[in-house]
């Protein structure tokens, strides 16, 4: 009898492939599909991501953004095979309009959260981020606490950073935020405004609050948050508050100046937040208190100032 190295010869196939030949009894064709097919997502994120998409005709750039807040793991391919699998990868002509979930706003609306970071040396840090609805563009700063105080401070850092007139803010019902939640001994209301709300007023800007217990109505700065810490405290361990400090100095440069958005390109026509802020400054040169230069050069000079800073030579 021939060997299987004869035989695969002969019939242009490997030696491994004889050899199973040879084992069977029967001589039709095999089908290679594998018996259990393993997908990339669990059947918990796969029933998520599918709901999240029916329910709301989110983009795949934001439904992947969603589930990467708790599984940072999860690749945006898998979340598109996965809308392929069911058929809801492109959204059809009569769920056109429900895809459009936010109203259409000018540069000025801004979404404001605050989100966890790693403790050093027993001491809690806190993520206060704002995005504009309109360009994408984001801020954030870095806190010990997250107290009313730190948020007034906070909101002067984003009217100093922010190119256009801010001229409305929503937020969850955090106390850093609003008094509205507090209620007295007696049970009544609070009545006297928050700073953020004093500060708001002053500045003639409209302060939102998403409905209690219902994150998903500010989902688009939950949806950023994910994305910072994906890029930055979930992808490094790092040593020391100063290296995550300019770490993420460097991941809103990035951010800004370079990082594509898929809702961009289909709203404005432009790749990257800075291109939003330019093609609105183009539009609507009076919504602006700064030209798109003046911001740009902020923004480099971030990671300039971080660097410096961390070049310095310890003093003996």
């Known amino acids: 009898m021939r060997n299987e190295p004869t035989l695969g010869l002969k019939f242009g196939v490997s030696s491994q492939t004889v050899s199973k030949w040879k084992n069977r009894d029967f001589a039709t064709d095999v089908s290679s ?41 999860i690749s945006r391919s898998s979340v598109y095979r996965c809308f392929k699998r069911e058929n809801v990868h492109r959204v059809a002509e009569k769920d056109r309009e429900k895809a459009k979930k936010f109203k259409e706003y000018e540069p000025g609306f801004l979404h404001i959260d605050v989100t966890y970071l790693p403790k050093f040396d027993g001491q809690k840090y806190y993520l206060y981020v ?14 010990e606490r997250k107290t009313a105080e730190n948020t007034d401070d906070f909101m ?3 009217f100093n950073f922010f190119p256009f007139k801010i001229t409305h803010i929503l937020t969850d019902n955090g106390l850093e935020f609003t008094n509205k939640l507090l209620i007295s001994k007696k049970g009544a209301s609070c009545k006297t405004d928050s700073k953020m709300d004093v500060k708001c007023k002053k500045n ?24 910072i810490k994906k890029n930055t405290i979930l992808k490094k361990v790092y040593s020391s508050v100063e290296e995550m400090n300019t770490d993420l100095e460097k ?33 609507k040169p009076e919504l602006f208190k700064k030209s798109p230069i003046h911001l740009k050069k902020k923004i480099l000079n971030l990671n300039a100032i971080v660097n410096q800073l961390h070049q310095q030579p310890c003093e003996t």
């Not at 918990?44 to 990467?68: G, H, P, T």
């Not at 704002?130 to 806190?143: K, N, Q």
């Not at 100046?257 to 790749?271: F, M, P, T």
């Open 33 to 73: 599909r594998p018996h259990r097919i393993d997908y990339a997502l669990t059947d918990l994120q796969q029933a998520l991501a599918i709901s999240i998409r029916k329910s709301s005709w989110m983009s795949l750039d934001e439904v992947w953004e969603m589930l990467l807040v708790d599984s940072p793991n």
């Open 130 to 143: 704002a995005i504009d609805r309109a360009t994408r563009l984001m801020y954030y700063a870095v806190y």
């Open 156 to 158: 002067d850092k984003c």
């Open 204 to 227: 003639n800007i409209e302060h939102r609050l998403t409905k209690p217990a219902t994150p998903k109505t500010n989902g688009m700065v939950e949806r950023v948050n994910g994305t």
């Open 251 to 283: 991941f809103l440069s990035f951010y800004n100046l370079y990082r594509r958005h898929g809702s961009l390109r289909k709203e404005l026509n432009v790749k990257t937040p800075f291109q939003a802020i330019e093609k609105w400054f183009s539009l």
